[in-house]
């Protein structure tokens, strides 16, 4: 069994940055695809940005391609999404989700991630 747990939201300007933080427990966390993906009110929940296990791929949503980067960190046991150049558009909860059959990274699907966090809200004011 896998837990999530998202950090890192909060309020900030148009062109600010925020980085999220997705924080694992249990040990197979390291070898689980993960995804970001981000639900703003009355929209379906959408995909962000996703990476294998290795950590050698990633994959962006057009919509954040160039403004996000996802990463794992050196214990692989934490997923990050380094936001920059925000825009009122990225506001939504935020949500990070975990693929234990090692699904590529660019997929898209939610139904494909077995685990989920609580989200974290982001908010971009203009």
């Known amino acids: 069994q896998v837990q999530l747990v998202e950090s890192g939201g909060g309020l900030v300007q148009a062109g600010g940055s925020l980085r999220l933080s997705c924080a694992a427990s249990g040990r197979t966390f390291s070898s689980y695809t993960v995804g970001w993906f981000r639900q703003a009110p009355g929209k379906e929940r959408e995909f962000v940005a996703g990476i294998s296990w290795s950590g050698a791929s990633t994959y962006y949503s057009d919509s954040v391609k160039g403004r996000f980067t996802i990463s794992r960190g050196y214990a692989k046991n934490t997923v990050y999404l380094q936001m920059n150049s925000l825009k009122p558009e990225d506001t939504a909860v935020y949500y990070c989700?975990?693929?234990?059959?090692?699904?590529?990274?660019?997929?898209?699907?939610?139904?494909?991630?077995?685990?989920w966090g609580q989200g974290t809200q982001v908010t971009v004011s203009s």
């Open positions: 989700a975990a693929d234990a059959d090692r699904g590529l990274p660019s997929t898209t699907t939610y139904g494909a991630y077995e685990y």
